[in-house]
Nanobody, 125 residues
Framework: QVQLVESGGGLVQAGGSLRLSCAAS????????LGWFRQAPGKEREFVAG????????AYTDSVKGRFTISRDNAKNTLYLQMNSLKPEDTAVYYC??????????????????WGQGTQVTVAS
């Protein structure tokens, strides 16, 4: 069973950048498809980005395409989310998640078995 711990959140001005990290332990990292989700106050948790086992396949929700980049370092057991050109509407708690995967990254919350505790990202206008 894998444990996930996010870091890198904070307060940033609109147009700025942040890089989130998610450190994994307790499992074979390269067996897991990984994703980033976010939840804003009063809203449902939503998919942001996903990445396949090897990192060769990625997926993004439309609102972050061209601004966010998901990546993983299997040697370091770490998942990343580089967020550029941040907007106030990106404000949310960001969660990393994992599931045992054999294919392309999934955008479905129900597919993910393991979750981190979340890290707050606040974008000021």
């Amino acid at each position: 069973q894998v444990q996930l711990v996010e870091s890198g959140g904070g307060l940033v001005q609109a147009g700025g950048s942040l890089r989130l990290s998610c450190a994994a332990s307790g499992g074979t990292f390269s067996w897991y498809g990984l994703g980033w989700f976010r939840q804003a106050p009063g809203k449902e948790r939503e998919f942001v980005a996903g990445i396949s086992l090897s990192g060769t396949a990625t997926a993004y929700t439309d609102s972050v395409k061209g601004r966010f980049t998901i990546s993983r370092d299997n040697a370091k057991n770490t998942l990343y989310l580089q967020m550029n050109s941040l907007k106030p509407e990106d404000t949310a708690v960001y969660y990393c998640a994992a599931y045992v995967s054999v294919g392309r990254p999934s955008s479905a919350i129900r597919d993910y078995n393991y979750w981190g505790q979340g890290t707050q990202v606040t974008v000021a206008s």
